[in-house]
């Protein structure tokens, strides 16, 4: 995986765990974005384990503010 397709592949990652988020927690679906953020932070944190050796490298790092950004942001 090159640098420049980091940020679409945190993006599949974090849409990932949205999917399972709100397929465990339904009522999420109407939580504010900063809500959202912070529970599937929290699910990286706890899920690292079975991600890819790139994918966690990928979100090793990943703060609160870039997956509310990542949310906020909706590619083409």
Known sequence: MTEENAPSEKRKIVNRFLVK???????????????????????????TNRLSVEEQALVRGITVEEIQSILGFKAK
Do not use: D, G, N, V
């Open 21 to 47: 988020l709100t397929k465990e927690e339904p009522q999420m679906y109407y939580a504010s974005t900063s809500e959202i953020s912070r529970s599937i932070h929290t699910m990286i944190k706890e899920h």
